[in-house]
């Protein structure tokens, strides 16, 4: 069954109505058809039927037009199909001449009684209802456009004022990204905190972000906009149970993501990040490797090194809830896209992948690769970022969005008042930042 232009004019101009107020004043025809870019002349056809049935009514003089003649919600779409339609049920078996040996007739009866228990539920009051809502949604995102605009101009005028700089992660909000002056992931941004002109250093991301920045940059003055921005797998270990693990494994060195506290880096020989962890693991001369506080990063190195990797049992929720059976039901509607994930996401999803990379590997990859097609597993916020850099390559994420709120906790709003207020500086112990220094050094020296 097709609707005909018959049935779906009527519901557009019975709604146009409604969103005129025909409840409570004529509404001309003429204005209806303009509207809806419909001839008048086939409206008053379909008027003279729904005048008939007794959906509406005709008001006569200069100011005529027609108003409902019931209310709303006595009307459904139902009504209106079975008046303009000669027929809504998806097959007409009364003049098969199969019709009593078929064994598909039951299926064709059940289908049309869904069919018609659904347009039967749906009634105009409900369509005009979801229509307004629509409505102020839309009012809402204009506002907030022009509140947003109005941001972006104090902060740029702020920025220059104070001679600072903006820096945002890769999984940062989208209005985020687009005011930041530079976009990346964490250690990439902190390496470049230090080698900036600016002295004012505003970092868009979470708290162990912009501690990697001071301390790569210890002269400069590192804001971050929200102080209750954290990384739920930083806070899985402590600097204390650090050396409790470090006791437990005495001939063990000790590897440190870059996503945990300057203090738990103070406590570690080396850095590494997701794009080096390998590397930096193979650079020790150890045979054993204590690896906080990731266990699926710690596992993906594992299976790359014959040395014995020792795991805190640490997780990013984000990654750690991407399931195989999502990526593989993407793969299924998209068999030639590649799959892409983050090592921080589970191991046997990281089989699966055709490439396992950090945010920056995926940000070059969909750039300087031919590859049309990408099934990403990581943050949200970079595929934001892949689709605005690469608008005619397609990239797909599982329906359930991987989203950090941690990382969406900064809004524009923290960003003007962060470079106005000059909040929250990033203050650390001197001890402990000469500690992380070395391990950062240290990692950044064998790259
Ligand atoms: S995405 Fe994961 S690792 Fe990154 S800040 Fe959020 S919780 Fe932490």
Not at 31 to 56: D, M, T
Not at 167 to 194: F, K, P, T
Not at 238 to 260: F, I, S
Not at 311 to 332: A, M, Q, S, T
Request: charged share 35%; aromatic share 6%; net charge positive.
């Amino acid at each position: 069954m097709r609707l005909s232009t018959r049935s779906r004019y009527s519901c557009r101009a019975l709604i146009d109505m409604l969103v005129n107020g025909a409840e409570r004043k004529p509404v001309p025809l003429s204005k209806i058809a303009e509207r809806q870019e419909v001839s008048e002349k086939y409206l008053e056809q379909l008027f003279i039927i729904l005048k008939k049935a007794g959906i509406v009514k005709s008001v006569r003089g200069v100011k005529g037009g027609y108003v409902l003649a019931k209310r709303p919600d006595e009307i459904s779409m139902g009504d209106i199909l079975r008046l303009t339609e000669l027929d809504i049920s998806p097959v007409d078996c009364s003049k098969c001449y199969r019709k009593n040996r078929c064994i598909c007739r039951i299926y064709w009866e059940i289908l049309g009684e869904i069919i018609e228990d659904y347009v039967d539920s749906i009634t105009f009051d409900e369509i005009n209802r979801r229509v307004k809502a629509l409505k102020s949604k839309k009012m809402v995102k204009a506002k907030d456009k022009n509140k947003n605009a109005d941001l972006i101009k104090k902060i740029n005028v702020l920025k220059k004022e104070r001679n600072a700089v903006v820096l945002a992660h890769n999984y940062q909000r989208n209005e985020v990204q687009e005011i930041a002056d530079y976009l990346g992931d964490s250690l990439d941004l902190s390496r470049l905190a230090s080698k900036l002109p600016q002295k004012i250093i505003v970092f868009s991301g979470v708290r162990f972000m912009a501690e990697s920045a001071k301390v790569l940059a210890p002269e400069k003055t590192v804001l971050i906009p929200r102080m209750d921005a954290g990384c739920p797998m930083a806070d899985m270990i402590t600097a204390e149970e650090l050396r409790a693990m470090k006791k437990q494994y005495p001939d063990a060195k000790t590897v440190c993501y870059v996503n945990t506290y300057a203090d738990v880096k103070a406590e570690c020989d080396i850095c590494c990040t997701s794009a080096n962890a390998v590397k930096v693991v193979e650079s020790l001369k150890a045979k054993k490797i204590i690896f906080v506080p990731d266990r699926n990063l710690a596992d993906y190195v594992a299976k790359q090194t014959k040395k014995k990797i020792i795991p805190w049992e640490g997780f990013c929720y984000v990654h750690e809830f991407i399931e195989l059976d999502e990526i593989k039901k993407l793969k299924k509607l998209h068999p030639k896209a590649v799959i892409v994930v983050h090592p921080e996401t589970k191991p046997e999803v990281v089989k699966i992948a055709d490439y396992v990379l950090s945010t920056n590997g995926m940000v070059k990859l969909a750039k300087d690769s031919k590859i049309k097609e990408f099934i990403i597993g990581t943050e949200k916020g970079l595929v934001n970022r892949l689709k605005r850099e690469n608008p005619k390559k397609n990239f797909y994420l599982p329906k359930r969005k991987p989203l950090c709120s941690n990382m969406k906790r900064i809004q524009l709003e923290d960003i003007y008042h962060s470079l106005k207020d000059m909040k929250y500086e990033v203050k650390m112990d001197k001890g402990i930042l000469k500690k992380a220094r070395k391990s950062l050094e240290r990692m950044i020296a064998i790259q």
